[in-house]
Structure formats: structure tokens, C-alpha cells
């Protein structure tokens, strides 16, 4: 069990539709980060948000839309995916964002499949 | 480029200590050094983490070189269920990612 939760578990969607990620923490955190991780390879930096703020956009596709509503709260909008965006999609946390000494707590992830 | 080096794989038996080596030669004077692992199908999960001085938690204990060029992960009592990818990071080392994923050690725990 992790202290930061992702629905739904698993998500198949046509290249057409219009779903959404979501990620909850209840650990008082102000960072909250998603990656993508494709079969085999390590996870990768897509957003970082800070105190509900944008910190970073990784160059990713617009087609990918974060949105931090509240500090406990993290979603990932998707719309017109392609085929190749089927991954592993992870919520993270952590106490603040560029504090050297302040882990990242990991949720399982959804696994995307864009068919 | 995680700016860290670990062995791509290691064995170890069941009940022994398993040892992960990790080089960061370049690491600086405030940076510390993070070690997660990744189980199959799971998000990754923190371990341990360290500046300086040695580190010991429920999971595991990190020993770091005095001179922080390198240092090593133990986990004292290896189980089938630690089998998984362990990831060595030193975060912030390349800019503004908090955390960037190099290949890792695939660790195998046999029986």
C-alpha cells in the first residue's frame, strides 16, 4: 500500500475520447510530480507542480493537460492520444519541491492502453 | 543522464545481505544521495537517503564513502520479495528534475 493513491488502476481509451488521471495525498505535501514509464525503461519527469503551480513542463504534447485543483489533489487530462502514449502513468509527492533532504512518495500508477 | 553508475544486475541467495554499489564522483557538498527501488508492475518506491554520514531505516542501511564519491545499499536479509530494480539518484544533479531514473541494478533474490 503507498500513501498516494491513483484511479483508475488500469484505463483503455480510443484515440478519440477525452479521459482523465487522478492522484490524491493526504500528507500535507506541496509538490506533487507526474512521470511516464514506458515498458522496460525508467520513469520520466513529465510535470511538477508547487503549491498548486506549474513548475516545470517537460516539453510534453499538449494532447497531455495537468491540473492541480488543491494541494491533496493532482489530475492528468488526456485527449487524442496516440498508440505510442500507452505507459505507466505515476503520481508522486513530496514535502516541497527543491528540498535537497525530501523523498518522493510514488503511487502504483495507471496503466494506460490507447488503442 | 542520472549522473550515476550502478552494475545492471546482481544475484543474491535468499537470507544473505545483498550489497549495491552506486558511483557519483560528481556529486556536490549539499547533494544527497537517494536510493528507490521498483517492483514489478508497482510505483517505485523510496528507501534511503543520505549526505554524508551513514544511514540505517527498517528496509535497509546506506553506507556512504567519506570522500561521498560512492556508496552502498544493504539490505540485510535478502527475500524473494526484494527482488525488483533498485535505482541509485542523486536529485537536482542535472537542473531542475527532482529525480531522474537511470537503468538501475536488477536485483534477483534465489531461493
Known amino acids: 500500500d503507498t500513501e498516494v493513491t491513483q484511479t483508475p488502476k488500469h484505463l483503455v481509451m480510443g484515440m478519440t475520447n477525452k479521459k482523465s488521471l487522478k492522484c490524491e495525498q493526504h500528507m500535507g505535501h506541496r509538490a506533487m510530480y507526474w512521470y511516464k514509464q514506458k515498458a522496460k525503461k525508467p520513469p520520466e519527469l513529465m510535470f511538477v507542480y508547487s503549491y498548486e503551480k506549474l513548475s516545470i513542463n517537460e516539453s510534453v504534447p499538449s494532447r497531455f493537460s495537468p491540473e492541480c485543483p488543491n494541494s491533496s489533489l493532482l489530475n492528468l487530462h488526456l485527449h487524442a492520444l496516440q498508440p505510442e502514449d500507452s505507459a505507466l502513468y505515476l503520481c508522486?509527492?513530496?514535502?516541497?519541491?527543491?528540498?535537497?533532504?525530501?523523498?518522493?512518495?510514488f503511487g502504483n500508477g495507471t496503466r494506460l492502453t490507447v488503442t | 543522464d542520472a549522473k550515476t553508475t550502478q552494475p545492471p544486475s546482481m544475484d543474491c541467495a535468499e537470507g544473505r545481505a545483498a550489497n549495491l554499489p552506486c558511483n557519483h564522483s560528481t556529486i556536490s557538498g549539499n547533494e544527497y544521495v537517494y536510493w528507490y527501488r521498483q517492483i514489478h508492475s508497482q510505483g517505485p518506491q523510496y528507501i534511503i537517503h543520505g549526505l554524508k554520514n551513514n544511514e540505517t531505516n527498517e528496509m535497509a542501511s546506506l553506507i556512504i564513502t567519506e570522500d561521498r564519491k560512492s556508496s552502498t545499499l544493504i539490505l540485510p536479509h535478502a527475500t524473494l520479495r526484494d527482488t525488483a530494480v533498485y535505482y541509485c539518484i542523486v536529485p537536482f544533479h542535472s537542473g531542475n528534475t527532482p529525480l531522474v531514473f537511470g537503468k538501475g541494478t536488477r536485483l534477483s533474490v534465489i531461493a
Open positions: 508522486a509527492s513530496s514535502q516541497a519541491y527543491r528540498n535537497y533532504n525530501s523523498p518522493l512518495h
